[in-house]
């Protein structure tokens, strides 16, 4: 690409806003040619020091007002409604039901386990501060 063709496509260049083939083109071209990367830094450096890049105080007031308008704060009040009023699906109930079904069979199940667990007179027991085990037993 000539300086012509570069100097055409430099803003699309530094917005991004070029083809992968012509970007790559104007890379090669910058890389070897110190006028056109002269040219570049110029138009980048007024491109970051341009006062258009910051929006004025009563253009910040406006959009905010505007997205304010747009998107309205949401009522707790009304969500908490809408909430208690939803019917719940049958999937969810008929999940709700089987889950507390296995929960109701398990409890006395996991009470006998834990009963079992309960060290009983005359048991043995494992005592942990000695080192070593001086007995072996198998139950």
């Known amino acids: 690409m000539d ?4 100097a055409s496509h430099l803003v ?11 970007r790559d083109a104007i890379d090669t071209h910058l890389l ?6 002269g040219t570049y830094l110029a138009l980048k450096r007024a491109s970051d020091q341009s006062p258009l890049d910051k929006p004025s105080a009563a253009v ?16 707790a009040r009304a969500a908490r409604v809408t909430l208690l009023a939803r019917r719940i699906p049958l999937y969810q109930g008929l ?19 834990a009963r079992r667990g309960e060290i009983r007179e005359g048991s043995p027991q494992v005592d942990s501060a000695r080192p070593r085990a001086e007995a072996f037993q198998i139950y």
């Not at 070897?32 to 990367?37: D, M, R």
């Open 3 to 6: 300086c012509a063709g570069v």
């Open 12 to 22: 699309g260049y530094h917005f991004a806003t070029l083809e992968d083939a012509e």
């Open 32 to 37: 070897g040619c110190k006028a056109c990367l």
């Open 60 to 75: 910040k007031q406006r959009l905010r007002r505007d997205v304010l308008a747009a998107f309205p704060k949401p009522d």
């Open 95 to 113: 999940a709700a039901a089987a889950l507390a079904a296995a929960i109701a069979l398990l409890i006395p199940t996991l009470l006998n386990d």
